[in-house]
């Protein structure tokens, strides 16, 4: 087992991870920006070092920076966390030529699925389903309309290293596929450093629905049931819950295998998921893979009583799955608000501030990630999501009637929240009756906003 692990990450997941590591008996060493300073990871780790300025391409996306951290404390691993460097195929590269422990997939596999074009090949060799799409490279601007128009319109087009909703736009005709083609590229070139989109089928009125696998360095790959993920705003998820009200226990125990085949194929080792489209039809397509542990995870291990992060650095120190598929018994219904430091009446503006009033919920069936406090200063420059509240119950009902109740004696002062959106989210009959797709929620609030 290592004996120092940074985390190359800052805000709860950062936090996660070092209580993880802690009950683990491992020391932990947090990297921070100067403007994360007096952040709650910088205060609970055992060490703390400064990686530079407050922008994130000078701190926690400055690999040499981090790498330099972990050398300077004598750290054996890192782990990325989501976001920032969780997902880049040359940091892991570097670690491993740094005899440095990277807590996630080796380099490889990140490298293959993260490139969503070279992921579908695959998949499609592996003999899982995909989406319907072109095979191969877009030459150019004329290349790609005809492709559009064989493919048959609403098409998706998708930047092939994208994550995060960003490179995407949906196109029903010519005119808006030329429009939504240049935009998808420029985006993907700023946000990804690569503008190469690929295009496939839309699947209309889908489910976003992925599964949690673990898998080792030892060929043992198992699943952990399905996420329903489908309540989106612009393609960012905004509630989980888990298990998925739409799946019997057939379906979901062949889309499971379908996912551990995905793993194998591509020799997948630690924690990952694959995503799926559901259409209404009861059809599913693999989407992506994501190498590295998801936002939402805490709903999977309230049901699988699983702790995933530690199971990521136990098969990063080389440690084989204990756990058989046999042994994962889904019990119970749990569900994830992202709570954010937003303005749901003003297009959902970010608000950063100073926190200058806390009250937290609790109870049984009640957990919250957060690193914030009372007196701390939310950043402008980072992610608005400020904690993850997470309500299990026996059944669908009972989680939603927790959360309702945690959600009513959560307080935060000082900063806009999006509380109270949450609220209005778990009293909508369509989300009582789990009759949702991914643009639900886009169209209620256009509605609700006209």
């Not at 880049?88 to 380099?107: V, Y």
């Not at 490279?137 to 609403?154: C, Q, R, V």
Request: with cysteine; glycine share 8%.
């Amino acid at each position: 087992m290592f004996k120092k692990v940074l985390i190359a990450n800052r805000g709860e997941i950062a936090v996660r991870i070092i209580r993880a590591c802690r009950e683990l008996g491992i020391q932990t060493v947090a990297v921070y920006s100067d403007i994360d300073k007096e952040a709650l990871h910088t205060q609970i780790a055992d060490e703390a070092v400064c990686i530079g300025g407050a922008l994130a391409k000078d701190s926690y996306l400055n690999i040499t920076n981090i790498l330099s951290a972990c050398v300077l404390t004598g750290a054996d691993a890192i782990h990325p966390g989501f976001g920032f460097l969780s997902e880049n195929a040359k940091f892991s590269k570097m670690c491993k030529e740094c005899n440095i422990k990277f807590i996630g997939p080796d380099f490889q596999s990140i490298e293959l699925m993260g490139n969503k074009a070279h992921a579908r090949e695959v998949m499609k060799k592996a003999d899982v389903p995909v989406v319907p799409g072109f095979e191969g490279t877009i030459e150019s601007e004329e290349h790609a309309l005809d492709i559009a128009k064989e493919i048959g319109y609403p098409v998706m087009i998708k930047a092939a290293a994208g994550g995060g909703g960003k490179g995407i736009r949906i196109a029903k005709d010519d005119a808006e596929f030329l429009k939504g083609y240049k935009t998808a590229k420029a985006e993907s070139s700023a946000c990804f450093g690569d503008d190469t989109l690929y295009i496939e089928k839309f699947v209309e009125e889908p489910r976003h629905i992925e599964f949690q696998i673990l898998a080792d360095e030892y060929g043992n790959v198992i699943h952990l049931g399905e996420r329903e993920c489908s309540l989106q705003r612009k393609n960012q998820k905004v509630l989980e819950e888990a298990p998925s009200s739409v799946l019997n226990e057939k379906t979901r125990e062949e889309m499971g295998e379908i996912a551990k085949r995905a793993a194998k194929a591509v020799n997948y080792k630690n924690a990952g998921t694959i995503e799926f489209l559901f259409d209404k039809n009861n059809n599913y397509y693999f989407m992506e893979m994501n190498t590295r542990i998801q936002v939402e995870h805490p709903i999977t291990e309230m049901i699988t009583g699983v702790d995933i992060v530690k199971e990521q650095i136990k098969i990063a120190s080389g440690e084989k799955l204990k756990l058989t598929q046999d042994d994962i018994k889904i019990t119970g219904h749990a569900i994830e608000c992202r709570i954010n430091a937003e303005d749901p009446f003003n297009d959902f503006r970010p608000c950063p501030g100073v926190i200058d009033e806390l009250y937290l919920p609790g109870g049984l069936g009640i957990r919250l990630d957060s690193a914030v406090y009372c007196g701390y200063k939310i950043p402008h420059c980072y992610d608005s999501m400020i904690a993850k509240l997470i309500a299990y119950g026996e059944n669908r009902e009972e989680a939603i009637i927790k959360m309702k109740r945690a959600l009513s004696e959560f307080g935060v002062g000082g900063v806009k929240t999006n509380i109270e959106f949450q609220y209005w989210i778990l009293e909508l009959e369509e989300f009582l009756r789990g009759d949702y797709d991914t643009s639900f929620l886009g169209k209620k609030l256009v509605t609700r906003n006209a």
